[in-house]
């Protein structure tokens, strides 16, 4: 490529390392709004997660056509077209992350007696790990840092920890409250969503460590 190509090209990767951070910052804001809004039944907070996420898909929009573009005028090879594949599959990943976070919000008005359903406390400690795993995850892809995306991979069995003691406690809770058992199936819907936002931003880590080395990380099997 001439240098007014090379240009052309690492701005059109700027503007596209641009983009996904943008998306991210959103589903992370998303996330944690979400949950604020389920643990305080604020409807109105719930609202403004479900029209965000619009501005979240949006944005996938843009960064599909910016890498198709990309790739036909560029004809980018080797690591700079690891980048950019990098990137189409992770905008998907993180449009999917807004999508679970619109879900929880549309349950917030499910929830009955919150002051006196106690699961409803566990959630927020759970969607801490969560959102920590997203904001991690794209501080790798914005640094290109291979170390820390297998960090936010290791940091997945928490969360599926997590889930999997709240699903027993809220078990254990509807079978001696059983007036309980509508909230308490919306609040298994809803650690579910979370657990599988924490499986999401593993997928980005695997990405991010891809676009980085050229090499998907291990699996644990093969350990």
């Known amino acids: 490529m001439n240098d007014h190509t090379v240009k052309a090209f690492d701005e059109d990767i700027t503007r596209l390392r641009g983009l996904i951070a943008e998306m991210g910052g959103l589903a992370e804001l998303s996330i944690q709004e979400a949950l604020e809004a389920m643990v305080k039944g604020d409807l109105s907070l719930a ?30 090879m080797a690591d700079d077209l690891r980048e950019v594949i990098a990137a189409l599959k992770i905008a998907g990943v993180v449009e999917r992350i807004g999508d679970y976070s619109k879900n929880i ?3 917030v008005g499910e929830i009955e007696g919150r002051g006196r359903f106690e699961p409803l406390t566990l959630l927020p400690a759970m969607g801490d790990i969560a959102c920590e795993m997203v904001h991690d995850v794209l501080t790798a892809y914005a640094a290109r840092d291979p170390v820390l995306a297998l960090e936010v991979i290791a940091t997945d069995e928490k969360v599926d920890a997590f889930y999997n003691s709240i699903f ?22 809803v650690a579910r969503n979370i657990e599988r936002i924490g499986d999401h931003a593993t997928n980005v880590a695997e990405m991010v460590h891809f676009a980085a080395t050229g090499n998907y990380p291990p699996d644990e099997e093969d350990d």
């Open 105 to 107: 919000a549309k349950r």
């Open 168 to 189: 027993r406690n809220v078990v254990s809770y509807m079978v001696e409250n059983p007036a309980t058992i509508s909230s308490a199936a919306q609040l298994l819907f």
């Open 47 to 76: 609202k403004g997660v479900i029209k965000r996420d619009k501005k979240i898909d949006a944005l996938e929009n843009e960064v599909d056509k910016l890498a198709v573009r990309i790739i036909a005028l560029r004809a980018p």
